[in-house]
């Protein structure tokens, strides 16, 4: 049996994507498909990517493949050209400009394709299980119209959440009713040679979830902030991954079943807004507008960090991400986040281990801070 997997929430869940995909013993997954929506610190355009942003994409019979030297025609990177890489399978863009419908015709091009018979949607976190009334539910756009569009093909669907809850949004105990509620069963538990397969996409790749998954994977245990204060506790049962039908979802997710019939991203934001009182890409439209300006990391950035990490400590915090440490210093673009990374490498080597920043220290040695700066200021 052939499948196409589909990446729920973006290019982060694409390399848990490539990763489950090994492990499936009765389903070859032939190609990977993903929104390109990144962070607005890569990308500055608020929402995800459709194939009209892009230069080099590779028209395949009405769904387009990403390779490693396509680009985007105006300001801010994709991540996924540079994914394409790294996963070892066809990497498809998903184009929901024309809602879930559009979305579905997609999907159904790239399984016959690839010949495929089934559907798998992968989800890190587990936002993918919300019926849309949680309260800490923040971002359920992508995840919504991945499994409204997967369903809406008509091709047998099944969804892998794995990671539960390391996306800060759904609390334990809701998640722990979700999979009871829609009789999930245990797909698989990863393990350290599953997380040092991919290990260096996290040197780059900022999303958080999937890093905490392959972090959890490779064993480490602790309480992690992230993006915007949200604490996580990185745990045993971090590293299950659940299996559940498709269907069983889409029945109990509102969000999901609200969207099915859309046929634009506007009318997917207009009925979020009816429901939710804002769409995900309003929330990331305000950022754009209230967000301090990026900054070069300077003499004062190991101050600011330091003294964070202190605070943070007297919380019981172990961890934060380095996404979380580049949100506190302001290194909201490539250049200033590329500069903070080696000034980091350099000064602080003890504590930053990406894709974490330790609140204290292994042992060993450190460049003067004045030495570390100056090497980061010049690249």
Same mark, same amino acid.
């Given at each position: 049996?052939?499948?196409?997997?589909?990446?729920?929430?973006?290019?982060?869940?694409?390399?848990?994507?490539?990763?489950?995909?090994?492990?499936?013993?009765?389903?070859?997954?032939?190609?990977?498909?993903?929104?390109?929506?990144?962070?607005?610190?890569?990308?500055?355009?608020?929402?995800?990517?459709?194939?009209?942003?892009?230069?080099?994409?590779?028209?395949?019979?009405?769904?387009?493949?990403?390779?490693?030297?396509?680009?985007?025609?105006?300001?801010?990177?994709?991540?996924?050209?540079?994914?394409?890489?790294?996963?070892?399978?066809?990497?498809?863009?998903?184009?929901?400009?024309?809602?879930?419908?559009?979305?579905?015709?997609?999907?159904?091009?790239?399984?016959?394709?690839?010949?495929?018979?089934?559907?798998?949607?992968?989800?890190?976190?587990?936002?993918?299980?919300?019926?849309?009334?949680?309260?800490?539910?923040?971002?359920?756009?992508?995840?919504?119209?991945?499994?409204?569009?997967?369903?809406?093909?008509?091709?047998?669907?099944?969804?892998?959440?794995?990671?539960?809850?390391?996306?800060?949004?759904?609390?334990?105990?809701?998640?722990?009713?979700?999979?009871?509620?829609?009789?999930?069963?245990?797909?698989?538990?990863?393990?350290?040679?599953?997380?040092?397969?991919?290990?260096?996409?996290?040197?780059?790749?900022?999303?958080?979830?999937?890093?905490?998954?392959?972090?959890?994977?490779?064993?480490?245990?602790?309480?992690?902030?992230?993006?915007?204060?949200? !604490?996580?506790?990185? /745990?045993? &049962? $971090?590293?299950?991954?659940?299996?559940? @039908?498709?269907?069983?979802? *889409? +029945?109990? =997710?509102?969000?999901?079943?609200?969207?099915?019939?859309?046929?634009?991203?506007?009318?997917?934001?207009?009925?979020?807004?009816?429901?939710?009182?804002?769409?995900?890409?309003?929330?990331?439209?305000?950022?754009?507008?209230?967000?301090?300006?990026?900054?070069?990391?300077?003499?004062?950035?190991?101050?600011?960090?330091?003294?964070?990490?202190?605070?943070?400590?007297?919380?019981?915090?172990?961890?934060?991400?380095?996404?979380? !440490?580049?949100?506190? /210093?302001? &290194? $909201?673009?490539?250049?200033?986040?590329? @500069?903070?990374?080696?000034? *980091? +490498?350099? =000064?602080?080597?003890?504590?930053?281990?990406?894709?974490?920043?330790?609140?204290?220290?292994?042992?060993?040695?450190?460049?003067?801070?004045?030495?570390?700066?100056?090497?980061?200021?010049?690249?």
């Amino acid at each position: 049996m052939t499948a196409v997997a589909i990446a729920a929430g973006g290019g982060g869940d694409a390399v848990t994507a490539a990763l489950l995909a090994d492990k499936m013993t009765t389903l070859r997954v032939a190609a990977i498909m993903s929104f390109s929506w990144d962070r607005l610190m890569i990308d500055p355009a608020p929402g995800p990517r459709n194939r009209a942003d892009f230069d080099g994409l590779i028209d395949r019979d009405g769904v387009s493949e990403v390779p490693s030297t396509a680009v985007l025609r105006a300001d801010g990177e994709s991540t996924l050209p540079r994914l394409a890489k790294h996963i070892g399978r066809p990497l498809l863009l998903m184009d929901i400009e024309a809602g879930v419908t559009g979305l579905a015709h997609q999907i159904r091009c790239a399984a016959a394709l690839f010949g495929a018979d089934e559907l798998v949607v992968i989800d890190t976190g587990g936002d993918i299980l919300a019926t849309g009334t949680e309260s800490n539910l923040r971002s359920p756009l992508a995840d919504s119209v991945a499994l409204a569009a997967a369903i809406s093909t008509g091709l047998p669907t099944q969804v892998l959440v794995a990671g539960i809850g390391v996306d800060g949004e759904l609390s334990p105990a809701e998640l722990e009713a979700r999979l009871i509620a829609l009789d999930a069963e245990e797909f698989v538990n990863l393990v350290p040679e599953d997380a040092e397969e991919i290990a260096n996409i996290w040197s780059w790749h900022p999303s958080e979830a999937n890093a905490l998954l392959a972090v959890a994977a490779s064993g480490w245990r602790g309480c992690v902030e992230t993006q915007r204060g949200a !604490v996580v506790d990185v /745990t045993e &049962a $971090t590293t299950r991954v659940y299996r559940i @039908a498709a269907a069983a979802a *889409l +029945a109990e =997710s509102s969000l999901a079943a609200l969207l099915t019939r859309t046929s634009t991203l506007e009318e997917i934001e207009h009925l979020l807004r009816e429901r939710r009182g804002y769409s995900d890409i309003d929330v990331e439209r305000n950022r754009l507008v209230h967000r301090s300006p990026p900054r070069m990391p300077d003499a004062k950035t190991l101050a600011i960090i330091d003294g964070y990490c202190a605070h943070a400590d007297a919380r019981g915090v172990d961890a934060l991400t380095v996404r979380r !440490v580049i949100e506190l /210093t302001d &290194a $909201t673009h490539p250049a200033a986040t590329a @500069a903070l990374r080696e000034h *980091l +490498a350099r =000064s602080r080597p003890g504590n930053f281990l990406p894709p974490l920043y330790m609140v204290q220290p292994a042992k060993g040695p450190a460049l003067p801070d004045d030495a570390a700066l100056s090497s980061g200021a010049r690249n």
